[in-house]
Structures are given as C-alpha cells and as structure tokens.
C-alpha cells in the first residue's frame, strides 16, 4: 500500500499544496484529474522527489520517510520502490531504445546487464517496438517514445508506477493506443497512480478516481461516484466544462 | 624578486597615457571592418556571381593565418615596397587590423544573416516586397539582436588583439606600461600594470555594450 | 623589391623551420589536454555553485577573458617565479620558457573551454536528468551516463573551434623567447635579413594545419548525431 500524507509545497509565495492525503492499494489504479494549477504534477512529483515538499510523510509498503527531510539514501531507496512515466517521455537521448531499458535496470536497479537486456527484450516486445530495438530515441515518432518510456517504467518493477500527464503531449490519433497500452499496464496489476485529463479512460481504468483543485483534494471516489453523482460543486463545475453537455448527467 | 606596488603605479600611470592608442587601433579597424564585413556577408548571401567564391576562399584560408604572422608579411612588404613615411607603420597597424577584422566580422555578420529562416524571405517577397525593402524592414531588423552579442564579443576581442603591435614597436598600452621599467629592470610590474589597464578596459566597454544590447532588443 | 622574395630561400628554409614544428605541436597538446581537464574542474565547480571557489573564479575568468593572451603569457612568466618564490620558496626564474608559456595557455584554454562545457552541460534538457533520477539512477551515476555524453555532443563544435584557434595563438610564444617555428624564423632572418619567405612559409602550414582540423572536427561533428540527420544549432 502507498500512503501519502499531509503532503505541503510552496514556491515561493504560491502555495501549491495545502494540505493533501492519499492511499493507494496494491495492485489499484488512482486516476487524479482537476484544472492546471490544482497541484496534481507537483504532487506525483513529490512522491519520488523530483520536487522536495515542504511537509509530509510517505509510505510504501513497510518503510515511511519524511517528504521534506528525507536523507540522499532514503530518496534513492525510493526511487528504486517508483518509476515514472513522463508527459515528454524523457528517454536518454544517447541511448537506444534496447539501451534506456537496461541502463535503468542495470545502474538503477542493480540487475545484472545479461538479466536486464532479458527483461528489457522483452518489455519491448509487450508494446510492440521489438523492431525498433536498436533506434535511438530521435529516429522515433513521440507515440512510439512513449511506449518505450511506458515499457521503461514497468521494467522497473516498482511498488508503484507514476504517470506524469502520458498522453498530453502526443498527437490526437495516438493517444487511443497510448491509454490502450496503460490500460493493459494496469490490467497485468501493477499499482499506479496517474494525473491526466482522459476523462474516458479515468472511467475505464480506474479503482479511485480524485479530483483537485487549487491544492487541496476536493474530492475523491469510484469512477461511478466521481463523474455521476459528484457531491461537491467545484467538481460539478469542473466535469461540465469538460465533459460535452448531456454526456454526464450531473 | 621582489614586487613594488610603487612602481606598479608608476606603471600604470605610464601605460593609460596610451590608452588612446591602443583604443584607435581597436575601434577605427572594427568601425571600417563593420561596414565592409556587412557588405561581403551580403554580397556572399546574395551569391553575387564573382565576388562570393573569391571571398569565400579568401577568408578560408586568410582566417587559417594567425594575426601575427600576417602582421609580418605585411610589415616586410611595406619596407620593400614603400619609403619610410613618418606614419608609416601606424598605418600598416590600421591596414592589418581593418583586413583581418573585416573577416572576422563578415563571417559573424554572415552567421547572424543565416540563422534569419528562409521563411521570412519568402513570406516577404509574397508579400509584394523588393528585396531591398525585404531586407531593410524584415530581414536586418532581425538580424541585429542575433548579431549584436558577436559584435560585442568582436569589440573585445579588437582591443585585446591590438597588444600584437609590440612585434612592430608602436607604444600603446602594452608597450607603454613598461617604459619606466626600463630603469628598474623589472618587467613584472609594467606587464602586471598592462594587464590591470587592459582588464578595466575590457570590463568598462563590456558594460555599455551589453547595455547597448539590452536598450536595442528592448526596442524591437 | 628585388631580393624580396626567392623561391631559392624557401627551399632552403622550409626543413630547417619545419624542424620546430613538433615544439608548435607539443605546445598546443599540452594546453589543450590539461587545459580540458582544468574546464572540467572549472565548468562543474561553477555549476555545483560551489561557495569560495565560485567567487574566485569569477574573478579569474574575468581576468583570463578581459586580457589578451599574450599579457597574460608575459604577466605569468613575470610573475609566477615570484609567487611561487613567495609560496614555496623554489626558484623559477632559470626553468624552460616553454613552461611559462605552457602555463599561461593552460589557464587560459581552461577558461574559455570551461565555458563552452558549463553552457553545454546547462543545455541537456532538464528532463534527461529527471528520467535517470525516476528510475533510481543516483545523481553522479546520472551524470556521467545520460548527461555527459549528451553535453559532449553539443561542447563539440566550439571546442574544435577553440583547439583550432590555439594553434593560431602559438604564434605568440616566439615573443617570449621560446624557440618555436616563428622563433626559427626570426633567427634565420636576423642571420640573413630575409625573412619574407619563412614567414609565407610559416603562413602555408598554418593554412594547411587549419584546413585540416577543419575538416576533422566537421567529420566528427556529422558522426556524432545518434542517428538525427541534422545537428540543431552550431553554437559558435
């Protein structure tokens, strides 16, 4: 189980995080929507300390540490429990497709190189790019980027994978087979926790969907609860604009 | 060994008598190789039929040349060719200069031309536009703030490359700081004072023109 | 005008100046490896931000880049055996010119490449550093993996630029005194009074000296592009 709590960042003056607590069930799927700005990428970045909150806590599992105090040890060890996907795919640009598996796996994680380019083979060929093995990340369209960045992640084998808005940055016609392959991630039950703006695919795929706005949770549910019977009107207010009128009855 | 901030100063004083000097031999040079450097770059954008193959291999191999030796050449050419003149060889510095940062700039000038997309040319001309109205209203506008930080990096570079004409033995700053260390002996206060002139310089010009800079792209 | 110039001479010239090539050569090897290694130090001190050494070199790359060089060649042959006599209490005023002129173009290509690696460094996208994070990769494993070789690509450019440019600035060392292939030159012509042909000699090689490196760091510029077919942005 992933706990979240009493998670607070600032930059600056903005603060970004109020005051927010999460749980995430093994093997669940946390779907987290809401306006730019409501602290949802923050919050995912928290988590494996790209960005250092100010206060909270985190759990995995068995083991806690302090969000904001937490030691150079402690991050890495996290960061060995997560892994990430990323809205511009961040695949080492000096690496070939076959190469940014393996090298996560082999200076993350430790595996030994011939187990890693196992592994790495054959995350490849769960999305499909057994072909393009060999590619470097600049010899690729973004939707097949993704999909290594996708097949990165789950090598991995994290307690918990972290989906940083995966489809924002793909063409239209790409993103149906993105959210697809992520659907099947999380068919083969892995935890994850992903902040996106697919309101179909929150629906399909998640267990819990949450809902934030200007820092805070507003509200948190199923999916049926959430986009159905929404209690709060800030999340009324939210699915009307971006939900087609008549799709949703609020 | 032994170092007297005394004759330091004595140095120092020496040496900004010839400011002057030194700033003439950079500026004049790079005031002439801005307008000729401009007009070779065009002249090699526009593939003027003769002129852009002759300078393109003419700064090829002119630019392979380090100043010195070429300040040289020319130096021993003018003494063969030329009857001692009372400014004779502050001439032949202008000369050597003016050439040499002609080159230097036409290539950045070139540079700053080249980074302009081609598509702004063509949206010009479909616009109806001359060439000469293409580039006075959309092109060179344009390319002034790319231009701008090579030309200052040129300006520096035009002062510091002024301290080579201690081979041909004008004073200026260099040569200047050490005329009291004739008596002394001791050479490292006058070139430690040279240093010290020409840093202050640098750091003076560097600021008005990095404020220049900042006042012009403001403007567009 | 007469006795100028004489294919004779240059016959005759070019294996006695030729001989002092290697010196031009081993100047440049030497100032360009130590001087890489000292733009390393350098660009990673002025990144990490690192508290006194930061302010220090502020100061002396302001120096470097606010002097020409060949001030800063005559300040350090000047003044170092005083520091060093102050310092150490060892005597350098009887040691190798070359040494002299090895130092000064040590510090001052360790600056100027020192900048060209700290911009380059600070180009790698942000995100590459990010990804290497998230999978567990520790910062200087980060670094030296996905960052490094990222920057070296782009460095590469400018620091052939640069090397180009030191062989350029040996000329400068003859003043000094040392025995280079322009201090041959001037030798030969203080013994002879010609030196017209050494010179345009000398000017040849360092023509064909540039045309080649040229031509070598553009092939290696092209080789280098993990398969895009085009570099963006020669920064220069």
Same mark, same amino acid.
């Given at each position: 189980m992933i706990k979240i709590e009493h998670v607070k960042k600032s930059f600056g003056h903005l603060d970004v995080l109020h005051d927010v607590s999460l749980t995430v069930d093994d093997g669940s799927v946390v779907v987290i929507l809401g306006p730019s700005g409501s602290g949802k990428t923050t919050l995912l970045r928290s988590i494996n300390f790209l960005e250092r909150a100010d206060k909270g806590k985190l759990t995995i599992g068995s083991s806690s540490v302090d969000l904001h105090s937490a030691k150079k040890k402690e991050v890495l060890e996290i960061r060995r429990k997560t892994s990430m996907v990323f809205q511009n795919y961040n695949?080492?640009?000096?690496? +070939?497709a076959l190469e940014n598996i393996v090298e996560a796996l082999v +200076? $993350? %994680? $430790?595996?030994p190189r011939a187990q890693a380019v196992e592994r790495a083979k054959e995350e490849l060929r769960k999305v499909g790019l057994s072909d393009k093995e060999n590619y470097y990340p600049s010899q690729l369209s973004g939707g097949q980027q993704q999909r290594v960045g996708i097949a990165r992640a789950v090598a991995l084998d994290a307690e918990v994978i972290l989906f940083d808005e995966p489809t924002s940055a793909l063409d239209p016609e790409l993103v149906g087979e993105t959210l697809a392959l992520i659907k099947q991630v999380a068919k083969d039950g892995h935890t994850m926790i992903v902040v996106t703006h697919e309101m179909s695919f929150a629906e399909d795929v998640a267990d819990k969907v949450v809902f934030m706005d200007g820092g805070y949770i507003v509200e948190e549910g199923s999916p049926q609860d959430i986009f159905y %019977?929404?209690?709060?009107e800030r999340t009324r207010q939210f699915l009307r604009r971006i939900i087609p009128v008549g799709e949703y009855v609020i | 060994m032994k170092f007297s901030l005394e004759y330091l100063w004595k140095c120092i004083l020496s040496g900004i008598i010839y400011i002057p000097v030194t700033l003439k031999l950079a500026l004049i040079p790079l005031a002439l190789a801005i307008v000729f450097g401009t007009l070779i770059a065009l002249a090699r954008i526009f593939k003027v039929p003769v002129v852009e193959k002759f300078f393109k291999i003419f700064v090829a191999i002119y630019s392979g040349i380090p100043g010195v030796v070429t300040m040289l050449i020319f130096h021993l050419i003018y003494l063969s060719l030329f009857k001692p003149a009372k400014n004779g060889i502050m001439l032949l510095a202008y000369f050597t200069f003016t050439l040499g940062r002609t080159i230097v700039v036409s290539e950045s000038v070139r540079g700053a031309f080249l980074s302009i997309p081609k598509g702004q040319y063509e949206a010009s001309y479909a616009c109806g536009l001359s060439t000469f109205q293409t580039l006075k209203k959309i092109i060179i506008p344009q390319v002034i703030p790319v231009a701008l930080p090579a030309l200052t990096n040129n300006a520096l570079g035009s002062i510091k490359n002024t301290s080579i004409v201690l081979v041909l033995g004008i004073v200026d700053v260099l040569n200047g700081a050490t005329i009291p260390c004739a008596d002394t002996y001791s050479y490292v206060e006058g070139y430690v004072a040279a240093a010290i002139i020409y840093w202050v310089i640098n750091a003076i010009v560097e600021f008005f023109l990095v404020h220049l800079e900042k006042h012009l792209s403001k403007k567009k | 005008m007469a006795d100028l110039f004489s294919w004779q001479r240059v016959v005759k010239n070019f294996p006695i100046l030729i001989t002092k090539l290697p010196v031009t050569f081993e100047i440049v090897a030497v100032a360009f490896s130590l001087g890489f290694i000292l733009a390393l130090l350098i660009a990673t001190t002025r990144i990490k931000k690192v508290p006194l050494l930061n302010q220090i070199l502020t100061v002396f790359i302001s120096f470097e880049r606010g002097t020409p060089l060949l001030v800063q060649m005559l300040v350090v042959y000047y003044a170092f055996p005083i520091v060093l006599y102050k310092a150490f209490g060892i005597d350098s005023r009887r040691w190798e010119k070359i040494i002299f002129v090895d130092l000064a173009l040590i510090l001052n290509q360790g600056v100027f490449l020192g900048e060209i690696f700290r911009g380059a460094i600070l180009a790698v996208p942000k995100g590459q550093k990010e990804a290497a994070l998230a999978c567990g990769i520790s910062d200087s494993k980060a670094f030296i993996k996905i960052i490094l070789p990222q920057a070296i690509r782009i460095a590469l450019p400018s620091t052939g630029l640069t090397l180009i440019g030191l062989f350029q600035e040996t000329?400068?060392?003859?003043?000094?005194?040392?025995?280079?292939i322009m201090g041959r030159a001037s030798a030969l012509g203080a013994t002879s009074g010609h030196n017209l042909e050494s010179y345009l000699i000398i000017a040849l090689i360092f023509v064909l000296i540039n045309f080649g490196l040229t031509a070598i760091t553009t092939k290696i510029d092209k080789n280098l592009t993990y398969g895009t077919k085009n570099l963006t942005g020669r920064a220069a």
């Amino acid at each position: 189980m992933i706990k979240i709590e009493h998670v607070k960042k600032s930059f600056g003056h903005l603060d970004v995080l109020h005051d927010v607590s999460l749980t995430v069930d093994d093997g669940s799927v946390v779907v987290i929507l809401g306006p730019s700005g409501s602290g949802k990428t923050t919050l995912l970045r928290s988590i494996n300390f790209l960005e250092r909150a100010d206060k909270g806590k985190l759990t995995i599992g068995s083991s806690s540490v302090d969000l904001h105090s937490a030691k150079k040890k402690e991050v890495l060890e996290i960061r060995r429990k997560t892994s990430m996907v990323f809205q511009n795919y961040n695949l080492f640009a000096n690496k +070939t497709a076959l190469e940014n598996i393996v090298e996560a796996l082999v +200076t $993350g %994680h $430790g595996i030994p190189r011939a187990q890693a380019v196992e592994r790495a083979k054959e995350e490849l060929r769960k999305v499909g790019l057994s072909d393009k093995e060999n590619y470097y990340p600049s010899q690729l369209s973004g939707g097949q980027q993704q999909r290594v960045g996708i097949a990165r992640a789950v090598a991995l084998d994290a307690e918990v994978i972290l989906f940083d808005e995966p489809t924002s940055a793909l063409d239209p016609e790409l993103v149906g087979e993105t959210l697809a392959l992520i659907k099947q991630v999380a068919k083969d039950g892995h935890t994850m926790i992903v902040v996106t703006h697919e309101m179909s695919f929150a629906e399909d795929v998640a267990d819990k969907v949450v809902f934030m706005d200007g820092g805070y949770i507003v509200e948190e549910g199923s999916p049926q609860d959430i986009f159905y %019977h929404p209690k709060e009107e800030r999340t009324r207010q939210f699915l009307r604009r971006i939900i087609p009128v008549g799709e949703y009855v609020i | 060994m032994k170092f007297s901030l005394e004759y330091l100063w004595k140095c120092i004083l020496s040496g900004i008598i010839y400011i002057p000097v030194t700033l003439k031999l950079a500026l004049i040079p790079l005031a002439l190789a801005i307008v000729f450097g401009t007009l070779i770059a065009l002249a090699r954008i526009f593939k003027v039929p003769v002129v852009e193959k002759f300078f393109k291999i003419f700064v090829a191999i002119y630019s392979g040349i380090p100043g010195v030796v070429t300040m040289l050449i020319f130096h021993l050419i003018y003494l063969s060719l030329f009857k001692p003149a009372k400014n004779g060889i502050m001439l032949l510095a202008y000369f050597t200069f003016t050439l040499g940062r002609t080159i230097v700039v036409s290539e950045s000038v070139r540079g700053a031309f080249l980074s302009i997309p081609k598509g702004q040319y063509e949206a010009s001309y479909a616009c109806g536009l001359s060439t000469f109205q293409t580039l006075k209203k959309i092109i060179i506008p344009q390319v002034i703030p790319v231009a701008l930080p090579a030309l200052t990096n040129n300006a520096l570079g035009s002062i510091k490359n002024t301290s080579i004409v201690l081979v041909l033995g004008i004073v200026d700053v260099l040569n200047g700081a050490t005329i009291p260390c004739a008596d002394t002996y001791s050479y490292v206060e006058g070139y430690v004072a040279a240093a010290i002139i020409y840093w202050v310089i640098n750091a003076i010009v560097e600021f008005f023109l990095v404020h220049l800079e900042k006042h012009l792209s403001k403007k567009k | 005008m007469a006795d100028l110039f004489s294919w004779q001479r240059v016959v005759k010239n070019f294996p006695i100046l030729i001989t002092k090539l290697p010196v031009t050569f081993e100047i440049v090897a030497v100032a360009f490896s130590l001087g890489f290694i000292l733009a390393l130090l350098i660009a990673t001190t002025r990144i990490k931000k690192v508290p006194l050494l930061n302010q220090i070199l502020t100061v002396f790359i302001s120096f470097e880049r606010g002097t020409p060089l060949l001030v800063q060649m005559l300040v350090v042959y000047y003044a170092f055996p005083i520091v060093l006599y102050k310092a150490f209490g060892i005597d350098s005023r009887r040691w190798e010119k070359i040494i002299f002129v090895d130092l000064a173009l040590i510090l001052n290509q360790g600056v100027f490449l020192g900048e060209i690696f700290r911009g380059a460094i600070l180009a790698v996208p942000k995100g590459q550093k990010e990804a290497a994070l998230a999978c567990g990769i520790s910062d200087s494993k980060a670094f030296i993996k996905i960052i490094l070789p990222q920057a070296i690509r782009i460095a590469l450019p400018s620091t052939g630029l640069t090397l180009i440019g030191l062989f350029q600035e040996t000329s400068l060392v003859y003043m000094l005194g040392v025995m280079d292939i322009m201090g041959r030159a001037s030798a030969l012509g203080a013994t002879s009074g010609h030196n017209l042909e050494s010179y345009l000699i000398i000017a040849l090689i360092f023509v064909l000296i540039n045309f080649g490196l040229t031509a070598i760091t553009t092939k290696i510029d092209k080789n280098l592009t993990y398969g895009t077919k085009n570099l963006t942005g020669r920064a220069a």
